[in-house]
């Protein structure tokens, strides 16, 4: 008798913590994507543009590039749980762990980019003084609603902010936190907003990379406007 109420009892506990390893899962799928899975996520959200073209000639300066190469990766939540979970699988990372991860990415500013900049010859080394900002697809210089980017090299020790890709040491990396309110505490992104634009400028010339504005970004800039 003493021998079958364990044999139930210890049924009961493995059926108990596989029904918490799947509500674990049905409310957190990050936790069980395989690499594959978030390698693919990560690149969903990272795209390529130029800074300058071709053609740009330089004369016979050597203290700037003929033109620069571009790439951009939009950390949404879902690519910072991709970075994350990348995280855990290499360095065998508890579920607590690799959610305070997670926490200190979306900890870290409202909308985050992760820019790559590789110079086309010349001296090789990216401008100080270029810029940075996020606006609505096709928006023309003077109009208003481009939104300044602050350029935020701290971010570098954040791990879910790496997004998924393999380092490529050609290209310079940079974070930048793009704010969602104004210092009047107004939404500087319109809820109907349907595609973004992010515009780097280097010396005269400017390069795009534009992405479809995705629902979890969205959703952050609601809740953000409504604090």
């Known amino acids: 008798m003493k021998q079958m109420l ?3 009892l210890s049924i009961a506990g493995f059926l108990s913590l596989v029904n918490a390893q799947t509500s674990t899962s ?41 033109n620069y190469k571009l790439r951009a990766t939009l950390l949404t939540p879902e690519v910072i749980r991709a970075a994350a979970r990348l995280e855990q699988l290499r360095n065998r990372l508890t579920d607590d762990q690799t959610r ?7 900890a870290a500013g409202d909308i985050i980019v992760m820019i790559e900049i590789d110079p086309n010859e010349g001296s090789g080394v990216v401008p100080l003084d270029w810029r940075v900002f996020l606006q ?6 003077g109009q208003t609603g481009a939104v300044t980017g602050l350029k ?9 902010l790496s997004g998924t890709a393999r380092r490529d040491y050609d290209y310079d990396v940079f974070w930048v936190v793009f704010p969602v309110l104004d210092e009047n505490n107004q939404a500087l992104f ?7 634009e992010l515009l780097v400028g280097i010396y005269k010339s400017e390069g795009r990379v534009v992405w479809q504005l995705p629902e979890s970004i969205r959703a952050k800039i609601r809740s953000i406007s409504k604090k």
Do not use: H
């Open 26 to 66: 049905e409310k957190e799928p990050y936790l069980s994507w395989t690499a594959s899975e978030a390698e693919n996520i990560g690149k969903s959200m990272r795209d390529n543009g130029k800074v300058g073209s071709s053609w740009d000639l330089r004369g016979i300066k050597t203290d700037r590039a003929i």
């Open 190 to 196: 319109a809820d109907n907003l349907s595609q973004l």
């Open 6 to 8: 364990f044999i139930l």
């Open 152 to 160: 935020s090299p701290q971010l570098r020790n954040v791990k879910a």
């Open 100 to 106: 305070r991860l997670v926490a200190d990415a979306e």
């Open 136 to 141: 609505p697809r096709g928006l023309k210089a």
